[in-house]
């Protein structure tokens, strides 16, 4: 029979199964094609890894900004270009009064920064070409700096963030922490935006505003919360951007936060220098920005974030994660798996004594739960603020799309379960099966640095304690006080980073019995028994922790060493080590009648141990009780 006359025995129902299946399978690329349109792959990788990438840039946002805003003749200038891969083998040329070719400074896969000798005065004009094809470009003129008029607001906004002006924020968020690790640390965040080498917006508005001996400068000394908020205002402010916060309150159980009156760069200021408008801004933040603010409902509209999904392309340099008990930390860099080591997830946080640090994503610093919290915790993004008949307006979770070039809107993290999370995470982080002694080594080595940031915290407090002798710092009541109050306690006190490391070692202690549950997340041998896995990974831990060491200071000056072994052992002790009203010795688990104990000389009253003994059930059961 010929193949016509075995298509003629087709009945009706049979093609429009046909049909089904084709216009399944056109919808299916077309979906395919938009997620390619979602923009660049935030990203940090060296330069030999970038070589080595496909040239594939999946639609990416090109974007051109001349630093500074408008050069002065005879200054040299920067210009930074975002794309996709092929970027660090594209050019910049500068055309007008006369022609200029810059020469990479400094780059990341998706961003690059070109330095340009001086140009006399004129008007330019900056092209970037990909392949020999002009792809962007921006127009920009070398004259005089002059002041522009700021209308009496704090500041003049001039355009609306876009998929560009996200994706400049995303890299500038990457060059200003790029090369960091788990030691990298700041006194406050204006000592990193005072540092030229990272801050590629250094003095962008020709104000010295960045100058450290300049008498009017910027001065940004944020907490946790404020964090994000002053990354995002700094940007905004140099760039023209629109920026605002809401007033919320901190909700209960049962209720997320609600958000209330929205306070913008539109906002009247009197203060004649722009730098000074900027800084009494940053101290409204302050004011008005809390740890109920990350928290708001997923959905709720009016919020100054947007829930984002868990994938590689929408995790970007920029995004913030608000965990469940107030804390925040915004993304930084992914460090990609290689065959020898894991990949890693950075991200920045401050502190209540204003240090601003580097850490990696693990269950040690970034807790999730979705049970008896306030509010709703993830990763979110700074919902975007357009520009509408001159005014500020928030962009709605309907536009946020991949379509729209925004990282889109998504509520695949509500009522996540905790296990999911981590596990949806590290999956992200290392794609590939991990040699589980490897991964074990790794884990053991974030323990060792979140326990020498501890080392730091303490000493903090210790310093305190000496330089005001016979003060008691004032311990709040109950348990939501004691993790939330404000002052001394808040900035020497360590509970809510002692509750993470607690976590931390149960990760450490727990890892062998992950690799026997989840035999598929790791290269193991196919002639090991789960059992056999499980034996060999607890005799590594045993070494590996038995020879990293932590040293502090005690009471009497000498220094105290310890391994991790050790301080495992005592990991009981630290549900109780968080008061700095008690000796260095008390805060790294002494036992009592110890050598080591027997320096102490100063522990906290009687009724704040008895506070902590109540507040203790929260350390035990590895929770933070609702706030």
Not at 191 to 213: C, I, K, S, W
Not at 406 to 414: A, E, G, H, K, T
Not at 485 to 512: C, H, K, Q
């Amino acid at each position: 029979m010929s193949f016509i006359s075995k298509a003629c025995q087709f009945n009706i129902n049979q093609l429009l199964i046909v049909l089904i299946i084709l216009i399944f399978l056109i919808l299916t690329a077309c979906e395919t094609n938009q997620r390619g349109k979602q923009g660049p792959v935030s990203g940090e990788k060296s330069g030999q890894e970038a070589e080595t990438e496909e040239s594939d840039d999946s639609s990416p946002v090109y974007t051109l900004l001349v630093i500074p805003e408008n050069p002065s003749p005879g200054q040299p200038f920067r210009i930074l270009a975002t794309g996709g891969p092929s970027l660090h083998k594209a050019t910049i040329k500068i055309t007008g009064g006369m022609a200029s070719q810059g020469m990479a400074s400094r780059n990341s896969t998706f961003w690059r920064l070109d330095e340009f000798s001086a140009l006399p005065e004129g008007n330019y004009k900056a092209t970037l070409l990909v392949r020999n094809n002009a792809v962007c470009s921006v127009e920009f003129s070398v004259a005089q700096p002059s002041q522009a008029s700021r209308e009496g607001k704090v500041w003049r906004t001039t355009r609306g963030w876009d998929s560009a002006m996200e994706t400049l924020y995303s890299a500038w968020i990457n060059a200003l922490f790029q090369g960091c690790d788990e030691q990298s640390s700041w006194p406050s965040l204006h000592e990193v935006t005072q540092d030229p080498a990272r801050n590629f917006l250094h003095n962008y508005l020709g104000l010295a505003e960045d100058d450290p001996g300049s008498k009017s400068k910027v001065i940004m000394e944020p907490d946790c919360a404020d964090n994000p908020f002053f990354l995002r205002a700094y940007f905004a402010w140099k760039l023209g951007l629109p920026f605002g916060y809401h007033v919320c309150d901190r909700g209960w159980l049962g209720k997320s936060p609600s958000t209330g009156a929205w306070i913008t760069n539109s906002s009247s200021s009197s203060r004649s220098d722009p730098v000074q408008a900027f800084n009494a801004f940053a101290r409204r933040i302050m004011d008005g920005v809390h740890s109920g603010t990350a928290r708001t409902a997923l959905d709720n509209e009016n919020s100054d974030y947007y829930p984002v999904p868990l994938t590689r392309d929408a995790l970007r340099p920029g995004t913030v994660f608000a965990d469940p008990y107030g804390h925040t930390l915004t993304i930084v860099s992914w460090l990609p798996q290689t065959k020898d080591a894991p990949g890693l997830l950075l991200a920045v946080d401050a502190q209540p004594d204003n240090t601003i640090a580097i850490k990696r994503f693990w269950k040690g610093n970034f807790l999730f739960n979705t049970t008896d919290v306030i509010g709703e915790p993830g990763f979110k993004a700074f919902r975007p603020i357009s520009v509408e008949n001159g005014k500020p307006a928030l962009v709605t979770n309907d536009a946020l799309t991949a379509a729209s070039g925004y990282v889109p809107y998504s509520l695949n993290q509500r009522q996540m379960n905790r296990d999911d999370f981590y596990l949806a995470m590290e999956r992200l982080i290392n794609p590939e099966p991990l040699d589980p002694e490897e991964a074990l080594d790794d884990l053991v080595n974030a323990l060792h640095e979140q326990l020498l940031v501890r080392v730091k915290s303490v000493a903090n407090g210790e310093a305190y304690m000496k330089a005001h002798t016979g003060t008691v710092i004032s311990m709040p009541s109950g348990a939501n006080g004691v993790f939330l109050a404000g002052g001394p306690w808040e900035d020497y006190s360590t509970p809510n980073r002692d509750l993470r490391l607690l976590i931390a070692m149960d990760a450490v202690l727990g890892f062998p019995d992950r690799v026997a549950a989840f035999p598929q997340d790791f290269k193991i041998s196919g002639r090991k028994t789960a059992e056999e896995t499980r034996q060999s990974l607890r005799s590594m831990l045993e070494k590996k922790v038995a020879g990293q060491t932590v040293s502090y200071t005690r009471s009497d000056g000498s220094m105290q060493e310890l391994t991790v072994a050790e301080i495992l052992l005592r990991k009981d002790a630290f549900e109780m080590a968080y008061n700095p009203n008690d000796c260095p010795e008390i805060r790294w688990g002494a036992p009592e009648n110890s050598p080591e104990r027997s320096t102490c000389r100063r522990t906290a009253p009687p009724y704040q141990r008895k506070t902590m003994e109540s507040v203790r059930k929260w350390f035990q059961q590895r929770l933070h009780p609702p706030t």
